[in-house]
């Protein structure tokens, strides 16, 4: 190489050659963070006996404990709609406090800043900017069980709106059963 | 045996300094050791420490102005009652019981360990609190104005890393305010646009708040923020060496600093002292007095710890639900997001706000091009700041108000007075849902008129029939609109004296009293 390339063209060509392979390292790294950053998908998580399809009962919602891939803990309520079996997340879509059921109302109602959820999880009053997160519900032979969270936001998230009926506007006061809903969404 | 000296040609004023060599500590053996190991006189320095070292400062100055360095002697009782405690904790959330709650509660267990966590607990309160009233009083004097401008965004990161240091620390107990306080303070990541989910995700190591966050939050607390700590305040601090303190400069007489660049004290002005040892003396004894209250306040008020925290919520035996409240400082915060209703005004307060306040503490020294340093030349960023001071002490004032416990009741007042028998029972009681934004059945507790007014479910009072008011059937759970619904919601019943007392206050015709 030496003597064939004027000095200058050299030195160019080596400047060239350090600056690819230096963003090449670079953009193996960034790839590698990416990859390893992003969360497997939390719907997926292993389903989880949580009790009898006689456990639940409709107009009330019952908290119970759901153990998620990483081991830990989660509160996930499970009401009995009209249309079968729904698990919300406890943590409230404001700031994640974990709401709380109220039969009285058939509301669940957060303590932290006073949002409110009716009892599609759907949030009807004080700061929550959407509804509550689901989990995946399977009600197999008479025994629950529930599975990894569904997040707000997401498509599977509004396929189970839908399913059970949890769009529209929301006429609070009413029992399960008889909440009336515009089919507007 | 002095050194020989480097000719400095490069220094402009080689002539002035040398004029003004300060014969003491050129003996000083101290000095003559560091000087020729730092190669301080070679680096040029030398001018710059004497300087420093020498600077007139005023016999008396306002307290306020030894706030810097409280600061500093507060961030040392963090680190060092910091360093024994990292002896003591185990912070993993592995386990029942987690190890993290378990070695914090085996301290409160011995009087040397609970008075170590207790002296940082107080510590780092008073950080908080010296914190605020440095940055307030810096802003009265115009401290941030050029050319101090880095010396006010250096102070910025310092009070980045006060907060970053006060919230990673509360987690670490791993109690149940430790964990839900956390978990909201971390929640309002989520409001960064397109990436919130994701970051708050990074921060957590986890969906919500577990074991990977508090592994975090140690090693931001111990090894991160101490260290971007450390080396802003070096920055700080040789800013503050470089440019004076401005009340200093401002007092002493017009052209004194040229012509006596390091002053002979012999050369002071009448009632000026030497920075050292004078200045630090006073520092040294605002510092001790700062200790004293640490002690008698550690030894009085042992740092708060409740129960281990529980993820779910709902502890086992008992049916209440634990509900979490911010620290302090934060009550302002919390009050104005419990008045956002709906997403809007939610992303305004979690992410607007937040954003604003920032964007004018870094753009302050930009944007305020009025030169005067003094007061009353500044009406107009006077007046915001005090309105904003005004703000936050409001807010805190009405955050820690509205959670309150009402004044226990024996027996029912005959004829009560709303402001003083009623507003601190629905304060307490109903506010956390009938609050300052209309929640729950658009019902306002915490005003008269909104009492009167009634909710979704018509007027709540009918004055002078306390059995016909819908108010008392609630709270009786004797309505008949919402069978079986007995206030408030999901909690203990009013007592008979309080509902009594609501009742009296009905037939008594329900006057603004
Ligand atoms: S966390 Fe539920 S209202 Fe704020």
């Known amino acids: ?185 | 045996m002095s050194q020989p000296r480097e000719p400095r040609k490069t220094q402009p004023d080689a002539e002035t300094s040398t004029e003004v060599l300060d014969p003491e500590t050129e003996r000083s053996p101290v000095w003559k050791y560091v000087n020729r190991r730092l190669g301080l006189e070679k680096a040029g320095l030398k001018p710059l420490v004497l300087e420093a070292m020498n600077a007139p400062h005023p016999r008396f100055m306002n307290p306020l102005d030894y706030m810097g360095d409280i600061l500093m002697f507060l961030f040392m009782n963090q680190v060092i009652t910091g360093l024994l405690l990292m002896t003591h904790y185990n912070g993993s959330a592995m386990g029942n019981p987690f190890p993290a709650y378990q070695s914090t509660l085996n301290m409160t267990h011995s009087f040397w360990l609970a008075f170590v966590r207790d002296m940082h607990f107080w510590g780092a309160n008073a950080m908080v609190v010296a914190v605020a009233v440095h940055m307030a009083r810096v802003f009265y004097l115009g401290a941030y104005k050029p050319p101090r401008e880095f010396q006010w965004l250096s102070g910025l990161v310092l009070l980045g890393c006060t907060i970053g240091l006060a919230l990673s620390g509360y987690l670490l107990p791993w109690d149940q305010q430790a964990y839900w306080a956390t978990e909201v303070a971390t929640a309002m990541v989520k409001y960064v646009p397109f990436i919130g989910h994701d970051l708050l995700f990074f921060l957590r190591g986890c969906r919500y708040t577990c074991g990977s966050t508090l592994t975090l939050f140690f090693a931001m607390h111990v090894v991160l923020l101490p260290l971007i700590l450390v080396l802003t305040i070096g920055v700080h601090v040789l800013l503050v060496i470089i440019h004076g303190q401005v009340d200093v400069e401002a007092r002493l007489p017009k052209g004194y600093k040229e012509k006596h660049r390091l002053g002979q004290v012999s050369d002071f002005p009448k009632g000026y002292v030497p920075f050292w040892p004078d200045t630090i003396a006073n520092m040294t004894l605002y510092s001790a007095a700062v200790a004293v209250i640490l002690v008698i306040l550690a030894a009085t008020i042992p740092a708060p710890l409740q129960a281990m925290a529980n993820y779910v919520n709902v502890p086992p035996a008992v049916t209440t639900y634990y509900r979490p409240l911010p620290v302090w400082y934060f009550l302002n915060f919390y009050q104005i997001l419990k008045a956002a209703h709906g997403s809007l005004e939610d992303h305004l307060m979690v992410l607007g706000l937040p954003m604003v306040i920032g964007a004018v503490l870094v753009l302050l020294p930009f944007i305020d091009k009025n030169p005067s340093h003094r007061a009353k030349d500044r009406p107009i960023a006077l007046t915001v700041a005090g309105i904003f001071a005004f703000g936050v002490l409001y807010t805190t004032y009405a955050g820690w108000k509205s959670e309150q416990a009402a004044p226990v009741l024996t027996k029912a007042i005959a004829h009560p007075s709303y402001s003083k028998n009623l507003l601190p029972i629905f304060s307490a009681d109903c506010a956390p849902c009938h609050t300052t934004s209309p929640y729950l059945a658009n019902f306002h507790v915490t005003s008269y008129s909104g009492i009167m007014r009634g909710g979704q479910y018509g007027k709540s009072v009918v004055p002078g029939h306390p059995n016909s008011s819908l108010l008392i059937h609630l709270l009786e759970k004797k309505s008949k609109k919402l069978p079986g619904v007995q206030m408030p919601l999901g909690a203990a019943p009013l007592s008979k004296a309080q509902i009594g007392t609501i009742a009296n206050w009905i037939k008594d015709g329900a006057k603004n009293n």
């Not at chain 1, 006689?54 to 919602?61: E, I, L, V, Y």
């Not at chain 1, 409110?116 to 995946?136: E, I, M, T």
């Not at chain 1, 569904?150 to 009926?165: F, I, L, N, R, Y």
């Not at chain 1, 006061?173 to 515009?182: A, D, E, K, N």
Request: charged share 15%.
């Open chain 1, 1 to 185: 190489m030496v003597g064939l390339v004027p000095e200058s063209g050299r030195r160019g060509f080596i400047k060239g050659v350090m600056g690819a392979v230096g963003s090449l390292i670079a953009l193996g790294y960034a790839f590698v963070a990416e990859r390893f950053m992003l969360p497997p998908p939390e719907s997926a998580a292993a389903l989880q006996k949580v009790g009898k399809s006689s456990d639940f009962p409709t107009n009330t919602a019952k908290l119970v404990v759901y153990t998620g891939d990483g081991g830990f803990p989660d509160g996930v309520y499970i009401v009995r709609l009209a249309k079968g079996l729904a698990a919300y997340d406890e943590h409230c879509a404001h700031l994640q406090c974990p709401v709380q059921w109220s039969q009285a109302t058939l509301t669940f109602n957060c303590p932290c800043h006073g949002s409110v959820y009716n009892v599609y999880g759907k949030n009807v009053g004080g700061p929550a900017p959407h509804p509550l997160n689901y989990h995946r519900i399977v009600e197999h032979s008479g025994e629950v069980y529930v599975g990894g969270i569904v997040a707000w936001g997401t498509p599977e998230w509004t396929k189970m709106a839908q399913a059970m009926g949890a769009v529209g506007k929301f006429v609070p006061g009413r029992t399960p059963g008889t909440v009336r809903w515009s089919s507007k969404v």
